[in-house]
Nanobody, 123 residues
Framework: VQLQASGGGLVQAGGSLRLSCAAS????????ASWFRQGPGKDREFVAY????????LYADSVKGRFTISRDNAKNTVHLQMNSLKPEDTAVYYC?????????????????WGQGTQVTVSS
């Protein structure tokens, strides 16, 4: 499985962006998927998780109520709708797939990673 993240950019605080993660491979629909982010000088941190069927989601407390993760298995894509963006959301955002185990918030859990897309929020 190969993952390609897109949709990042520069936005003012309070604005919105929608990230997309396009996956190759027919097995993607059987995998859970998540978004992580890594700010300058920081560790990679969990943002949001969605199970293989799209019926179960988890969010980091810092984005709960502002971000929404979704997936379209027919199109092999996962999206992250980001609203009410804050300067502290500035980071490179990565999509990941196939959690091995149930520690969904750990980057070590995932088998596949996309290349990242930069999100910059200006104040």
């Amino acid at each position: 499985v190969q993952l390609q993240a897109s949709g990042g950019g520069l936005v003012q605080a309070g604005g919105s962006l929608r990230l997309s993660c396009a996956a190759s491979g027919r097995s993607f629909k059987n995998y859970s998927a998540s978004w992580f982010r890594q700010g300058p000088g920081k560790d990679r941190e969990f943002v949001a998780y969605i199970n293989w069927g799209g019926g179960g989601m988890l969010y980091a407390d810092s984005v709960k109520g502002r971000f929404t993760i979704s997936r379209d298995n027919a199109k092999n894509t996962v999206h992250l709708q980001m609203n009410s963006l804050k300067p502290e959301d500035t980071a490179v955002y990565y999509c990941a797939a196939q959690a091995i185990g149930q520690n969904y918030r750990s980057p070590n859990t995932y088998s596949y990673w996309g290349q990242g897309t930069q999100v910059t929020v200006s104040s």
